[in-house]
C-alpha cells in the first residue's frame, strides 16, 4: 500500500512569489492535513480538509490556501512568499480523522524563500 | 486551548541505556496522546497511541509510554536504545474526534557508543 505521496521534495522561491504543494492521500483516506514544521516553532496546524471541504483551520494568514479533490489528493498555495514562510510543510492523511486512528505522513516538501 | 510541553529539547543516551522522554499536556479532560518519531529528512510515523484504557502502552520498536492523568503526563520509555533510535520524537494531543493535533516542540535523541 503506497503512502503518503508529497510533491515536489524541495524547492526554492523568491520573496513574492507563490508555490503550489501537492499531496497524494493513501488510498482511501478521506482526511488530509497540512503541518508546517520550523525549527522555532515546530509543527504548527494549517488545515484540514475532509471530502473536498475545509473542516478545521490553523491560524496563518490568507495567503494560505488549500483545497482538495474528489479523489481526495490536496494542494496547498502560498501567495506573496515571505522569508518566514521557510519551512518543511507536512501532509498527513488519515481515514476519517483523529478518532480513526493516525495520522499517516508524508515525507514533507522543503521550502525554501530566497 | 489544549498544550503540550516537552521539557527536554536535546538527550544523549549511550547504546543499550534506558531512555525515557517526558510529555506534559494542558488541558481539563483526558485527552488523546500519541508519540511520533521523525528521523532526518522523513516525515512523522507513529510509535504508539493512547485512547482510553490500559495506562500503560506498547508501540513500536520496543517503546512504551505510561499515562498518569494526575501528572497530566505521557512520557515514552525504552529499556534498551539502539543507535538507529536516534532522531526527533514529538508528542501530540487530540481533544476530539474532528480537531486537529497539537504537537510539542520535539526532543532530539542523540545516541552514543
Known amino acids: 500500500k503506497a503512502g503518503v505521496t508529497q510533491t515536489p521534495r524541495y524547492l526554492i522561491k523568491t520573496r513574492g512569489q507563490q508555490v503550489t504543494l501537492s499531496c497524494s492521500p493513501i488510498?482511501?483516506?478521506?482526511?488530509v492535513s497540512w503541518y508546517q514544521q520550523t525549527p522555532g516553532q515546530g509543527l504548527q496546524f494549517l488545515f484540514e480538509?475532509?471530502?473536498?471541504?475545509?473542516?478545521n483551520k490553523g491560524n496563518f494568514p490568507g495567503r494560505f490556501s488549500g483545497r482538495q479533490f474528489s479523489n481526495s489528493r490536496s494542494e496547498m498555495n502560498v501567495s506573496t512568499l515571505e522569508l518566514g514562510d521557510s519551512a518543511l510543510y507536512l501532509c498527513?492523511?488519515?481515514?476519517?480523522?483523529?478518532?480513526?486512528?493516525?495520522?499517516?505522513f508524508g515525507e514533507g516538501s522543503r521550502l525554501t524563500v530566497l | 486551548a489544549q498544550s503540550v510541553t516537552q521539557p527536554d529539547i536535546h538527550i544523549t543516551v549511550s547504546e543499550g541505556a534506558s531512555l525515557e522522554l517526558r510529555c506534559n499536556y494542558s488541558?481539563?479532560?483526558?485527552?488523546?496522546l500519541f508519540w511520533y518519531v521523525q528521523s532526518p529528512g522523513q516525515g512523522l510515523q507513529l510509535l504508539l497511541k493512547y485512547f482510553s484504557g490500559d495506562t500503560l502502552v506498547q508501540g513500536i520498536k520496543g517503546f512504551e509510554a505510561e499515562f498518569k492523568r494526575s501528572q497530566s503526563s505521557f512520557n515514552l520509555r525504552k529499556p534498551s536504545v539502539h543507535w538507529s533510535d536516534a532522531a526527533e520524537y514529538f508528542c501530540?494531543?487530540?481533544?476530539?474526534?474532528?480537531?486537529?493535533?497539537?504537537f510539542g516542540k520535539g526532543t532530539r535523541l542523540s545516541v552514543i557508543a
Open positions: 501530540a494531543v487530540g481533544i476530539s474526534g474532528n480537531t486537529p493535533l497539537v
Open positions: 488510498s482511501g483516506h478521506r482526511s
Open positions: 498527513a492523511s488519515s481515514l476519517s480523522g483523529l478518532k480513526a486512528g493516525e495520522l499517516f
Open positions: 480538509y475532509f471530502s473536498e471541504t475545509q473542516r
Open positions: 488541558y481539563g479532560a483526558t485527552p488523546y
